[in-house]
């Protein structure tokens, strides 16, 4: 079992930057047999795939739409992932969601089912 507890969300103006934190509380594996993602939700849309991290953080994925300017990190030690967001734009906001994945890393693009675990959200608010 593993929980997930987001935070660092806010409201910022277009342009400034926020970092996203995960915390993990694992029962069954340690936190490094699970690969890591960030999905968001913005109102009337889909649950869209934004960056994914495999158990060492040697790999990395991101969507096209955050690519150079998000940074996707963990720190094992902590139990935690992490999302860095610069240059950001009013078209990021939603709500911020991290996930954790059993099966590690399988694709640039992992599908929402593909994760078994899910935090609560955090929202992201980016004024023009």
């Known amino acids: 079992q593993v929980q997930l507890v987001e935070s660092g969300g806010g409201l910022v103006q277009a342009g400034g930057a926020l970092r996203l934190s995960c915390a993990a509380s694992?029962?069954?594996?340690?936190?490094?047999?699970?690969?890591m993602g960030w999905f968001r939700q913005a109102p009337g849309k889909e649950r869209e795939f934004v960056a994914v991290?495999?158990?060492?953080?040697?790999?990395?994925y991101y969507a096209d739409s955050v690519k150079g300017r998000f940074t996707i990190s963990r720190d094992n030690a902590k139990n935690t992932v992490y999302l860095q967001m610069n240059r950001l734009k009013p078209e990021d906001s939603a709500v911020y969601y991290c996930?954790?994945?059993?099966?590690?890393?399988?694709?640039?693009?992992?599908?929402?089912?593909?994760?078994?675990?899910w935090g609560q959200g955090t929202q992201v608010t980016v004024s023009s």
């Open positions: 996930a954790a994945d059993s099966y590690g890393v399988t694709s640039d693009r992992p599908r929402i089912d593909e994760f078994d675990y």
């Open positions: 694992v029962s069954d594996r340690t936190f490094n047999s699970y690969a």
């Open positions: 991290i495999n158990w060492s953080g040697g790999t990395t």
